[in-house]
Nanobody, 126 residues
């Protein structure tokens, strides 16, 4: 059974940093692509960053390029979202996800992802 559990959310001032973690079980990072999404109240779930299992390549939304980085630690079965230079518009509920498709698509949408964590809240104060 695939399970995902996020941690690391919280309140941070604008310009600050957070690292989100997603503890994964039931699959290998060698087989599934993994990713992060976020959702603000009243808005659609937005793809933030993705890592392909096929070649380790990564994708990041334009809004977070240069500030957010996705990484994984296979030994710990955990992947991360490193968030720097946070802005108030980065606030939302952040979800980790996994896809049986091994590579990230050019446009990241929730429909390509099969498994989800419960979410962790990120609040950015101005």
């Amino acid at each position: 059974e695939v399970q995902l559990a996020e941690s690391g959310g919280g309140l941070v001032q604008a310009g600050g940093s957070l690292r989100l973690s997603c503890a994964a079980s039931g699959f290998s990072f060698d087989d599934y692509a993994v990713g992060w999404f976020r959702q603000a109240p009243g808005e659609l779930r937005q793809g933030v960053s993705c890592m392909s299992s096929s070649d380790g390549s990564t994708y990041s939304a334009d809004s977070v390029k240069g500030r957010f980085t996705i990484s994984s630690d296979n030994a710990k079965n955990t992947f991360y979202l490193h968030m720097n230079s946070l802005k108030p518009e980065d606030a939302g509920l952040y979800y980790c996800s996994a896809s049986v498709t091994p590579h990230c698509l050019d446009i990241m949408t929730p429909y390509e992802f099969d498994y989800w964590g419960q979410g962790t809240q990120v609040t950015v104060s101005s």
